[in-house]
């Protein structure tokens, strides 16, 4: 499939069959002019290889009549029908006797495939000129192949640059936004940092207390930005791994003795979308924060339990429990003034989700949503 391998396999050897002095592939330049691209010669015999002919040595009226697939036969360069200008061509390059075949391409002359005999006239006998014809053919089909093989070798490599850049654009775009979670996160934290100082100042307990709340939920979106920071996948991140480091950074917030309250966190690896992970995390802040400051007042012992798994309909259940004092009898947490639990139902409406309350025994708060589905990133 190699053209050049092709063309020197050819003149070498049809300089073997013919016992001509040279065989050469002569191709025409996009100007009328030509070159020779191939050829064998004789011992003796002068080379034409690299050679570029004007085009004055291929006259339109030639290029019509090989166009027609006419063979080129000549015995004698003095001989009748012999212009003086071929003539004197052919003694320039010492040619006595030729043998010249059109390679056609796509209705075009390509080029010539040419035998010569360089020290005396040759009489060219019907089955040379007719194998000549054949060899210009299979050279012509053979030439066809390789350019389309050169084609789609081109255009693969042009694929695979294509591919390379395509690779080197996306990791760039994700290390940028690897860069923009963790500056997002960064900012978060900032704020929740200047909250903090702000209720530094404060004397009421009950704002201070606002102030300490609003940290938490900053400090749950800004984990969902670490997490996604430090994920080789950018639109995903683990529930249950955020899930464990939210529930166990906020008992260090609240200063919950783990001798008095003990955390457990039961939840399954869960691949889930930055657009589902934000609300569920703040739900989950709300729901633990809820039961750290109410379920075991006056120093009374128990345990907190988290848990989170899906099943098999793609449904993700979260169940935040603990064995307190149990949720105030007769209050509905869904109409309560409590910002808490606004922002629960708010969230859970937004997830599409259900949230149910079991105050049988404590205080069981189960959470059942699926994925949000979104339209794909650009």
Not at 204 to 220: H, I
């Amino acid at each position: 499939m190699q053209l050049e391998q092709i063309l020197n396999t050819t003149v070498a050897e049809l300089l073997q069959v013919l016992l001509a002095d040279r065989a050469l592939v002569y191709q025409i330049l996009s100007d009328g002019g030509g070159k020779a691209i191939a050829e064998a010669v004789a011992e003796g015999c002068s080379q034409l290889l690299g050679t570029v002919f004007s085009p004055e040595v291929f006259p339109p009226e030639n290029y019509q009549r090989y166009l027609d697939g006419r063979i080129c036969a000549i015995s004698e360069r003095e001989g009748r029908g012999i212009t003086p200008c071929l003539a004197e061509f052919m003694e320039q390059i010492q040619v006595r006797a030729k043998l010249v075949a059109p390679i056609i391409q796509q209705g075009q002359v390509w080029g010539l495939l040419i035998a010569h005999q360089c020290d005396r006239p040759r009489d060219w006998e019907e089955w040379e000129i007719n194998l000549f014809q054949q060899l210009a053919n299979q050279l012509a089909i053979a030439i066809r192949q390789s350019l389309l093989y050169q084609q789609l070798q081109a255009e693969l490599c042009d694929r695979k640059q294509a591919e390379i850049n395509l690779k080197n654009s996306l990791a760039e775009k994700e290390i940028l936004l690897k860069e923009i979670h963790h500056r997002v996160k960064n900012n978060l934290c900032v704020v929740a940092s200047l909250l903090e100082l702000q209720s530094n100042t404060l004397t009421d307990p009950q704002l201070a207390k606002m102030f300490e709340e609003s940290q938490n939920r900053l400090y749950s979106m800004a984990l969902i930005h670490e997490k996604l920071y430090r994920s080789p996948n950018l639109a995903q991140i683990d529930l249950g791994e955020y899930l464990e480091d939210l529930v166990t950074n906020l008992f260090h917030s609240y200063n919950v003795s783990g001798n008095r309250v003990k955390l457990q966190v039961l939840t399954e690896s869960i691949a889930l979308n930055i657009e589902t992970a934000t609300p569920c995390g703040l739900i989950a802040n709300e729901l633990v924060s809820n039961t750290v400051k109410h379920a075991f007042p006056n120093g009374k012992a128990g345990t907190v339990s988290v848990e989170c798994y899906q099943t098999s309909d793609r449904k993700i259940h979260l169940f935040v429990k603990d064995n307190g004092v149990g949720f105030p009898e007769g209050l509905d947490f869904r109409q309560t003034s409590s910002m808490g639990f606004q922002v629960v139902c708010t969230l859970t409406e937004q997830l599409e989700g259900t949230i149910e309350l079991d105050s049988t025994n404590g205080t069981v708060f189960h959470l059942i949503f699926a994925e949000l589905n979104y339209s794909k990133r650009l």
